[in-house]
Nanobody, 132 residues
Framework: QVQLVESGGGLVQAGGSLPLSCAAS????????MGWFRQAPGQEREFVAA????????YYASSVKGRFTISRDNAKNTVYLQMNSLKPEDTAVYYC?????????????????????????WGQGTQVTISS
């Protein structure tokens, strides 16, 4: 089993930055693709970004491309989401997720990684609030 714990959420003014972390435990996730999703109140879960096992392939939702950066440190078993130029509409609970090495995103991160159903493990989420 893989346990994922997100951290770094908080309250930030629009235009600001916020780094999120997702620490994995239970087993190494160096061979797992990882993703970030978010869910705002009353809305469906939304894909944010995904990264393949090595960090060499990344894919972003159009709403965050150019503002957010997903990265990973396999030695630390941790995935990051650097969020810049934040907007009030970025307010949501942010979740990280892990896709089993047998999954479709292990080698290449692309549109197929935006489907939350392919991920096998999820964290509990961290609240991000952007004030205008």
């Amino acid at each position: 089993q893989v346990q994922l714990v997100e951290s770094g959420g908080g309250l930030v003014q629009a235009g600001g930055s916020l780094p999120l972390s997702c620490a994995a435990s239970g087993r190494t996730v160096s061979a797992y693709a990882m993703g970030w999703f978010r869910q705002a109140p009353g809305q469906e879960r939304e894909f944010v970004a995904a990264i393949n096992w090595s960090g060499g392939s990344r894919y972003y939702a159009s709403s965050v491309k150019g503002r957010f950066t997903i990265s990973r440190d396999n030695a630390k078993n941790t995935v990051y989401l650097q969020m810049n130029s934040l907007k009030p509409e970025d307010t949501a609970v942010y979740y990280c997720a892990a896709d089993d090495p047998r999954g479709p995103c292990t080698v290449v991160a692309g549109p197929h990684c935006s489907d939350g159903d392919i991920y096998d493990y999820w964290g509990q989420g961290t609240q991000v609030t952007i004030s205008s």
